[in-house]
């Protein structure tokens, strides 16, 4: 079945940057949409970033010019480097996995934390 590991949350300063990634541990789709929502506190889930098979991405408004997302499609990974981590990115960071044809999957979360 469909695991969706997740690693590279933990608590940074502003201004510093932090690594996610995330990999399917279980059977290997071909065509997909993978990548990662957040929640912050008090608020809803919203789109940072997602890519496919062909490394088409889409990005979030929140994550436009400051994180990157990666993609590792032999083995439906992937990977968002954030920089210029501020305050109002603390959240819990998700990753998700929609094969096509299929439902969708999420990751059971990793905590940002943004602090000085």
């Known amino acids: 079945q469909v695991q969706l590991v997740e690693s590279g949350g933990g608590s940074v300063q502003p201004g510093g940057s932090l690594s996610l990634s995330c990999t399917n541990s279980?059977?290997?789709?071909?065509?997909?949409?993978m990548g990662w929502y957040r929640q912050p506190p008090g608020k809803q889930r919203e789109l940072l970033a997602t890519?496919?098979?062909?490394?088409?991405?889409v990005y979030g408004d929140s994550a436009k010019g400051r994180f990157t997302i990666t993609g590792a499609t032999r083995r439906n990974a992937a990977a968002l480097q954030m920089t210029g981590l501020i305050e109002d990115d603390t959240a819990v960071y998700y990753c998700?996995?929609?094969?096509?044809?299929?439902?969708?999957?999420w990751g059971r979360g990793t905590q940002v934390t943004v602090s000085s």
């Open positions: 998700y996995l929609h094969p096509l044809g299929f439902r969708e999957y």
């Open positions: 279980g059977p290997f789709f071909h065509k997909f949409t």
């Open positions: 890519i496919t098979q062909s490394n088409e991405t």
